[in-house]
Structure formats: C-alpha cells, structure tokens
C-alpha cells in the first residue's frame, strides 16, 4: 500500500461525506437563512461578534486543530496503519463532525448560549451544574497539557545546553504574531476592505512574519516559555474576541492549511510506500486495542472539546445559518485529513515495521521539513516553518481553553451573583485567574503525566456533548437517531479507559511508586470526571427516554 492511494481514499470519502451527509443533516434539521443570527441579535463587541464565514471557519478550524491530529494518529500507528485509518473517517464522519455541527446548530439555534446553558434549558439546572463543572476540570488538562508542550517546543535550548534555533525562531515568530494580529484586527473591524484585499494583506503579513522570526530567534529556556504561555493565555481570555482572537486565527489558517497542502503535494510527489503493517495486533506493548486506539486518537476523529469551541465562541460570530455547515461540519474534515497526512507521514517513515524514533513532533516535522526540501527550501528553514506550524496548532488551542474555562466557571456560578464573593469570582479577570492558576498547578507534572487523563477525559466529554444533544433534537422535535450510536460507543470506550487508568494508579500505589503530585492528582481528577459523568448522562437519559415534558424550548424552537 502507498500514502498516496490512502490519502486519494480519504478526499474522496471526506468529500462525499460532506456533500451528502453534512446536506442531509442540514436538510433534516432545517436551517433559516433570513434569520437573525445571535452573532448580530446580541453583539456586543467582545464575544458576539458578526465575521465572514472564512473569518469564523478559520477561528473554528484553528481552535480543534491542536496537537490531536498529528499525535495522535502516530501513536495509534503502534496498532497498525488500518485501525487507525478506518478510525480517523468513521470517527470525523459519524461521530466528530456530526458532534461539532449539532454543537454550533444548538447553539446558534439557542441565542448563543454555551453546552451548559442549553443542557440547563433542555435537561435542567443539575444537568447544567454538573456539566460545567466537568468542563471547567477538563479545561484545566487541556491548558497544562498544551502549556507545557508549547513551553518545551519554544525551548531555545537542547538537552546538552546547545542552541535549539528551530524552537527559538518559532517562538520569537508567535510572539510577532500576537501583536501583529491585534493590529490586523483593528484593521478588519474599521476598514472596508474586500475579502480578497483581506486576503492578501494576511498573506503578505504571515510571510514578514516568518522571515523576522526566522531573523531573530528567542532563546529563553522552558521555565520562562511557561510564564509567557500563561500569560498569553490570560490576556487572550480578556481580550474582545475581533481584537486578539479572530485576527490570530485567520492568519494561522493560512500556515495549517499551508502544512496541510505541503504535506498532501509531498506524498503526491514522492508518493511513499507505507512501511508498516496494516495491522499488527489487538494488544501491543501491554495496550488493548479497545479502547486505547478510540482515546489515542481523539482530534481527527471526534474530540469533546470541538463542541465547547463551537458552542462558546464559533456561534457568537456566525453571519448566517447557512454558514453553519462549513464551519461546524467542514473544519472536522478538514482535520481529519491532515490527521490522515499525518499517519501516511509517519507510516511511511518507517523502519524494520517500526515507527521513527523521537516524539511525534519531530517524526512528523523531519518528514514534512524533507518534503518542503524538494522545492527547493533550505532544510533549516523548512524545520523553523514546521515547528512554527505545530506550535500554532497549540496556541490556537490553548488561548480558545483559557477563554471557554473562563466562561465555564462563570456560568457554574450564573443565578447567584447576589453573593457578593460569587460576584468577584464571576469578575473576567478573576474567573481567568482562578482558572489558569490551577491549570497552572497540573502543569508542573509535565505533558507526558497528564496526556492520557487528558484524552480519556476529552472523549468523555463527546460522549456527554452527544447525549445532551440528543435531548435538545427530541425535545425540538428533530430526528436524532444518528447520535444514538457514537454517543453509546464513546461513553463505553471512555469510561473503560479511565477504569484502566485508575487501576493503574493502584497498581503504582501498591508498588510504592505513587507520587501524589503527579498520580494522586490525576486519580482525583479521574474519579470526579467519571462520577460526573454518570451523572450528567443520567439526567440527560431521563429526558431523552422520558415522556415529552411541556417544554417552553420545544415551542419557541
């Protein structure tokens, strides 16, 4: 088998997949497209904001695609390449786009709100509670986890106290990107510039922007990175969404699509044989195929946290619901496919059936970096590209977080701002504080320690989004069978994996190996996402099973 048939398999699929399926659920559902979005029935300047459907689709597609897509699939290639092709286009399309499409549908169809809000509408105020809080602890992983890789990958400096350049130019190129984006968006709030002009002008700045960061790299070590990435993250949480937000994400769509189109054109070129097997067995290195395969690989498939994006700050900016489908449906496939590049890069790398050595980063940028070399890119500037490239994926990621958590710890404590400490911690900069601040804390226990609570967390949470949807389509009136499935497989896989999980903890702890910082933590914050879980998805049954209640939501829907 070769990359480029399996890439040529998976465009086909996606774009079927996307013209009949994504159109059917639009045709089910029903859209208006004369109706008022909330975008332009609430603006506000901060979080509704009206924007173009590239301007949303570039927030949307940038905040899911984080470092999932090319991690995840190269570490589930240890299973073979099959199980995790099959996996990366029945996941995105029965399971993850469909999930990021009815998110932003609800959403938009419901002023707006947030999952938690329209499962308080929907289900009822314990569901809502018991949601966000779930959400806010995810939102905590997802910052440490994010933090510290972007942390190690802007290190400007190597284990043996060598200049790391790569990682240094990357980092000095971020840095320009966040002011450069607050001007950009100054620009495209006040001009009246054409969407081709928009165009340009972004393009012309990603190019300076890499060429100065290139120029002028930041050499400071991990522990300052950390400071920073907080930092970043604080003020993006605060900043209005067109001012920080919206302009960042439309420049950096234009680098993933770059790596993306990069990668594709590279496979065609070199159209590369896959070096390892299609499948190699159902446990490999002590790991059941089910259900680490379905938690491994999370971005790319279906991930939990795509539908607080689109539910927390895609559905504030859509223009039109007719939008809705391209950016809820079609960012997912978008993913799914670079997540298809990356396991053909990876399988392809191969050698003597086995993966590269080194992390999934640097497999998957040494691939891609020789790729950009037959066009005559120098190898050194095709790394810096590279690393900038992943490292956007993570930032676009991490500063969506900061902001959604923020707005999930204000919404748990929403009905009680009489209080006058809960009015403090509802205050924006408190909440980001509060939150950031614990995130913070799980931090220090490094990406390698929170990674697999992380992922099982993250699919948890699909699991719990797709139920709860479900109630809002059967409530409204709307068919909602094609959920039934995925949320019914990914409850089970996940709770599965977080069981494995937590009996591994015991099993460090009987061995005297437990460390409380590192595994205590994790065990609690497992526990408390399982427990929660099992309460959400049974509020969430009794409504979806239940007798129909007069509901004020099924008439105004």
């Not at 399926?21 to 979080?47: H, M, Q």
């Not at 500063?399 to 404590?413: H, P």
């Not at 929403?414 to 403090?424: M, Q, R, T, W």
Request: some cysteine; overall charge positive.
């Amino acid at each position: 088998m070769n990359g480029l048939t399996l890439v040529g398999i998976a465009v086909v699929v996606l774009v079927l997949a996307y013209v009949f399926y994504g159109r059917w659920l639009v045709k089910t559902w029903g859209i208006d497209e004369s109706a008022r979005t909330p975008a332009y029935r609430f603006e506000d300047g901060k979080d509704f904001v009206p924007a173009s459907k590239f301007t949303v689709f570039s927030h949307q597609f940038n905040s899911i695609t984080g470092a999932g897509p090319v991690t995840g699939p190269i570490i589930a290639a240890m299973f073979g390449w099959l199980p995790a092709f099959l996996w990366l286009l029945i996941g995105g399309v029965f399971f993850g786009a469909v999930q990021d499409f009815t998110a932003l549908y609800a959403s938009v169809k419901n002023d707006g709100k947030s999952m938690g809000l329209i499962i308080e509408r929907y289900i009822g105020k314990t569901g809502r509670k018991l949601f966000l809080l779930f959400c806010w602890l995810f939102t905590l992983l997802v910052i440490a986890a994010f933090a510290d890789i972007l942390a190690n990958t802007f290190n400007g400096f190597n284990a043996d106290a060598s200049l790391n350049t790569p990682g240094a130019a990357a980092a000095s190129i971020s840095m320009i990107y966040i002011f450069v984006a607050m001007a950009f968006g100054i620009f495209l709030r006040y001009s009246k510039a054409l969407e081709l002009q928009k165009f340009i002008v972004g393009i012309m700045l990603v190019i300076a922007m890499l060429w100065l960061g290139i120029m002028n790299p930041m050499y400071f070590d991990a522990n300052k990175w950390r400071y920073v990435v907080f930092a970043y993250c604080f003020v993006a949480s605060v900043l209005p969404m067109w001012l920080l937000k919206q302009p960042r994400d439309y420049l950096s769509v234009f680098l993933l699509l770059g790596m993306i189109f990069g990668g594709a054109i590279g496979i065609v070129v070199a159209n590369p044989e896959i070096q390892m097997p299609a499948f190699v067995g159902f446990s490999v290195k002590g790991q059941p195929l089910f259900p680490i395969l379905f938690i491994t690989i999370a971005c790319g498939a279906v991930s939990g946290f795509h539908s607080l994006v689109s539910s927390g700050t895609s559905s504030k900016s859509i223009s039109n619901e007719r939008d809705m489908l391209t950016v809820g449906y079609g960012a997912m496939l978008v993913e799914v496919l670079l997540g298809v590049v990356s396991l053909v890069i990876a399988c392809s790398a191969a050698q003597g059936g086995g993966l590269p050595t080194g992390t999934p980063f640097q497999i998957f940028g040494r691939a891609i970096g020789g790729f950009f070399s037959m066009f005559g890119l120098p190898a050194e500037i095709s790394v810096c590209v590279i690393t900038m490239c992943v490292s956007a994926l993570a930032m676009t990621t991490i500063d969506s977080v900061a902001r959604i958590g923020r707005m999930s710890l204000q919404e748990f404590f929403a009905g009680s701002e009489g209080n006058i400490l809960v009015k403090i911690i509802c205050n924006n900069y408190v909440a980001t504080f509060i939150t950031l601040a614990f995130a913070y804390a799980l931090c220090l226990a490094g990406y390698a320690s929170i990674w697999p609570l992380f992922g099982a967390a993250n699919q948890l949470l699909s699991a719990l989004v797709l139920t709860s949807l479900a109630v809002f389509l059967r409530v409204t009136g709307r068919k909602g069978f094609m959920l039934y499935v995925p949320m019914t497989f990914m409850f089970v896989a996940t709770m599965s994996a977080l069981i494995i999980s937590v009996y591994n903890i015991f099993v460090k702890l009987s061995a005297g190996n437990f460390v409380f910082m590192v595994d205590g933590l994790q065990l609690i914050i497992a526990l408390a996402l399982m427990t929660l879980a099992v309460l959400v998805v049974s509020n969430c049954l009794k409504e979806l099973f239940g007798k129909v209640r007069n509901n004020p939501a099924t008439a105004s829907a």
